[in-house]
């Protein structure tokens, strides 16, 4: 069982940055692949970017260059640093681990509730 917690959302202007977190419990979490995913307002949850246990990672093209995925097992967490930040960035993003890495094609059953980020002018 893994129970995961995000935070560090919020609203940013256009060309801003955000560092989301995702604190998680329970058990192995270094073994888990992590990932983070999106779902904006009448759209289907996307990914954004995964990270393997080994520290491989896989972004959506929509987010490459501007995102970056990284993990910290020392203190069972995993981030996501957002730069030059877009309206279309807009979206809830949650976060997600899966007992295997399939470059976040196929997220895991571990969901976290979900944290809002707003982009606007």
């Known amino acids: 069982q893994v129970q995961l917690v995000e935070s560090g959302g919020g609203s940013v202007q256009p060309g801003g940055s955000l560092r989301l977190s995702c604190a998680a419990s329970?058990?192995?979490?270094?073994?888990?692949?992590m990932g983070w995913y999106r779902q904006a307002p009448g759209k289907q949850r996307e990914l954004a970017a995964a990270?393997?246990?080994?520290?491989?990672?896989n972004y959506a093209d929509s987010v490459k260059g501007r995102f970056t995925i990284s993990r910290d097992n020392t203190k069972n967490t995993v981030y996501l640093q957002m730069n030059s930040l877009k309206p279309e960035d807009t979206a809830v993003y949650y976060c997600?681990?899966?007992?295997?890495?399939?470059?976040?094609?196929?997220?895991?059953?571990?969901w976290g509730q979900g944290t809002q980020v707003t982009v606007s002018s």
């Open positions: 997600n681990a899966n007992s295997f890495y399939s470059y976040g094609r196929v997220p895991g059953k571990y």
């Open positions: 329970g058990s192995s979490f270094s073994r888990y692949a």
């Open positions: 990270i393997s246990s080994e520290g491989s990672t």
